[in-house]
């Protein structure tokens, strides 16, 4: 039977080894950048989904990965994407000049986190 296929952390991994017992056919459509995910898509929270916009200083570099992952929404330039780390999603939106928009308490959680950054950092000269 063909399953879906499975993302694994590698870095989990102890060893591997190799079984000439198994083998597989790769799809004429498998991509493997389909299976790049973004640092905030692991993790222990259970999943649930943002939508964030994208600022005109998003990193070029990862428009394309985060575009493969995200779904377009309904406003301009917004995108629905899946989280499994919510403290790793709210960081990454501020690193990567991205505005959470919805739900309102991970929004909420984003504006304590920029709160605390310019109230630690803000007046330092």
Partial sequence: TISQPKTFR???FDRAQARK???F???DTFDIRDFYLLPFE???DKPFTITV???DNFPPALRQRFMRRASEGRETNTWT???RDQLKAISWCIANNVLPKAPQDFVALWKESLARGVSLYG???
């Fill in 10 to 12: 590698v870095d989990w």
């Fill in 81 to 83: 994407i899946s989280v």
């Fill in 21 to 23: 017992d198994v083998s």
């Fill in 25 to 27: 056919t790769v799809p």
């Fill in 42 to 44: 692991f993790g222990p």
């Fill in 53 to 55: 916009k994208l600022l």
């Fill in 123 to 125: 007046n330092e000269q």
